[in-house]
């Protein structure tokens, strides 16, 4: 059973939205911090977003910042990347982490400070 399963990913053309979601299996996400990453191919996997336990922190790529839209839901043990105005760059493979967090308000961004990854799911943008 894995442990987070991401979920949306879709081709799409430029400019236009897609909304990933990542739900936890097995687990509850509460008291996690939670990252999204994505991988282009012959490329390292590169931060994207990040938010907190509780959701009052986020960080953001500035590839990103302005266009993607971090979000969590603990309840349903799921969270979200709103992806807006989609460019042709971004086209990836996304992938959503998790990780304990230090303090309530921590955000990481280091694909080390993870250790509990999906499989990802593809983005593709067209031109």
């Known amino acids: 059973q894995e442990p987070l399963v991401e979920s949306g990913g879709g081709l799409v053309e430029a400019g236009g939205s897609l909304r990933l979601s990542c739900a936890a299996s097995?687990?509850?996400?509460?008291?996690?911090?939670l990252g999204w990453f994505r991988q282009a191919p012959g490329k390292e996997r590169e931060f994207v977003a990040a938010?907190?336990?509780?959701?009052?922190?986020?960080y953001y790529a500035d590839s990103v910042k302005g266009r993607f839209s971090i979000s969590r839901d603990n309840a349903m043990n799921t969270i979200y990347l709103q992806m807006n105005s989609l460019k042709p760059e971004d086209t990836a493979a996304y992938y959503c982490?998790?990780?304990?967090?230090?303090?309530?308000?921590?955000?990481?961004?280091?694909?080390?400070?993870?250790?509990?990854w999906g499989r990802g799911t593809q983005v593709t943008v067209s031109s």
């Open positions: 938010i907190s336990w509780t959701g009052a922190r986020t």
């Open positions: 982490a998790a990780r304990t967090s230090d303090y309530i308000g921590s955000v990481y961004y280091s694909p080390s400070d993870y250790g509990s």
């Open positions: 097995g687990r509850t996400l509460s008291s996690f911090a």
